[in-house]
C-alpha cells in the first residue's frame, strides 16, 4: 500500500496525548462553562483551579488516558502478545509509581480493579464491575499491535486487554469501535468506511448492559450533523447520558462523531473534542488516536509535539518504534 506505517503509529500515539491534553482543562465542564470560562480552546491551558480531577497539572500535560494507553503498549511489547496477566502486572506498577489509588487521577472502574487485583482477585474477575470508559481510552495500543491482523484476532486481543479492569460487554463492544477504527485508519480505510466498521463490529462485540447498544448509541451521535461546530458541539454535548459519568456509551460515541464530522482531520478532532466537555479529555484521546492514525504524524502540528514531549515521561518516538517492531512478529 506504500503506507508510512511507522507515521500511522506515532500519529496514534502522540494523537492520544495531544487529545488528552488539550482536553485535559475542560474535562467534566459544561459546554456553557467552557464557552464562559474560555471562548472557544484552542491550546494547551492549565486546568481550573476548581477542576474536579486535574487541578495542578500544567498546561500540556496529559492524563490516566495516555499513561495507560502506553502501559498497555509496554506490556504488549513485553510479551509479544496481549496477556490479560501481564496488562494487569503494568496497570498495578503504574498505580504504584503514581500513587494512584490515593487520589483521584484514575476512573472508578479501573481503581477498584486494581484494588481487587492487588488484594489477590484472579484476573478472570478483576473487571466484572468495569462498565466506563477506561478500556476503550486506551485501546488503541491494542489496534495498532492488531493492525494487520484479522478482526478475530483483533477482538480477541481486546477481551484480553479489557479482561483485568472492564471485562463487560458494554466496555469490550466501545473498547472494540475505537480498536477498528485506529486499525483501519492506519491501512487508510476513508472515514465513512472506518466509522461503518466501527459501528459493524461494536455490535458484534455486544450490547451494554442495560439493553442500549454501544453501536446504536454511536449511530445516533454520527447522525448529529447541523451546518456550523458550535450548533454540532452543543447538541452532541445534549446527547451524553452522563456527561460527568464516564461512560462508554458516551465518550465512544462522541469520538466517533467527532472524527466523522472532522473526516479524519487530525487538528479539527482535537478542537471538537476539547470545546465539548464531559469526559473531554478522554474524548480526545480516542478521537485523536483515530485521527493521527488516519492523518500521520506529518499531519500534527510541530508546536503540539513539543507541548506534550515537554510533558513527558515517556519516549513516545521509541514507544511507538517498539510496538511496531513486535506488532510484525
Not at 484552542?42 to 495516555?66: I, K, M, N, Q, W
Not at 504504584?96 to 480493579?113: F, Y
Not at 450533523?225 to 458516551?250: H, I, M, Q, R, V
Amino acid at each position: 500500500m506504500g503506507l508510512n506505517v511507522y507515521g500511522k503509529f506515532l500519529g496514534a500515539l502522540y494523537g492520544t496525548a495531544i487529545g488528552d491534553a488539550m482536553g485535559m482543562p475542560t474535562t467534566f465542564l459544561s459546554r456553557e462553562e467552557i464557552k464562559k470560562r474560555y471562548g472557544f480552546v484552542s491550546s494547551f491551558l492549565e486546568p481550573p483551579r476548581d477542576s474536579e480531577v486535574h487541578s495542578g497539572l500544567r498546561a500540556g500535560s496529559y492524563t490516566d488516558d495516555t499513561e495507560l494507553t502506553f502501559a498497555l503498549a509496554r506490556a504488549i511489547i513485553k510479551k509479544k502478545a496481549v496477556e490479560p496477566r501481564a496488562v494487569a502486572e503494568e496497570l498495578i506498577k503504574w498505580a504504584e509509581d503514581n500513587d494512584a489509588l490515593n487520589g483521584s487521577i484514575i476512573g472508578p472502574s479501573t481503581k477498584k480493579a486494581i484494588e481487587l487485583l492487588k488484594k489477590g482477585e484472579s484476573v478472570e474477575r478483576s473487571g466484572r464491575f468495569g462498565t466506563t470508559n477506561g478500556c476503550a481510552m486506551k485501546i488503541s495500543a491494542v489496534a495498532l499491535f492488531d493492525y494487520n491482523k484479522s478482526f478475530d484476532e483483533l477482538y480477541m486481543d481486546v477481551v484480553h486487554a479489557c479482561m483485568p479492569t472492564h471485562n463487560t460487554s458494554t466496555a469490550v463492544s466501545g473498547a472494540m469501535a475505537i480498536a477498528t477504527a485506529v486499525k483501519l485508519a492506519v491501512l487508510g480505510y476513508d472515514p465513512k468506511t472506518i466509522v461503518e466498521k466501527a459501528v459493524e463490529r461494536s455490535e458484534l462485540a455486544g450490547k451494554t448492559m442495560g439493553g442500549v447498544s454501544v453501536s446504536e448509541r454511536i449511530v445516533e451521535a454520527i447522525k448529529i450533523n447541523p451546518e456550523s461546530d458550535e450548533e454540532f458541539l452543543d447538541a452532541l454535548y445534549n446527547f451524553l447520558k452522563e456527561p460527568k459519568g464516564a461512560l462508554t456509551e458516551d465518550a465512544v460515541p462522541a469520538a466517533i462523531s467527532i472524527f466523522s464530522r472532522a473526516k479524519g482531520d487530525f487538528k479539527r478532532s482535537v478542537l471538537l473534542s476539547c470545546n465539548l466537555g464531559g469526559d473531554s479529555d478522554t474524548i480526545g484521546a480516542m478521537a485523536g488516536a483515530m485521527s493521527g492514525a488516519f492523518s500521520g504524524f506529518s499531519a500534527i502540528p510541530r508546536e503540539w509535539v513539543k507541548a506534550v514531549d515537554a510533558n513527558s515521561k515517556t519516549d513516545i518516538r521509541k514507544l511507538a518504534k517498539d510496538l511496531l517492531d513486535v506488532s510484525k512478529v
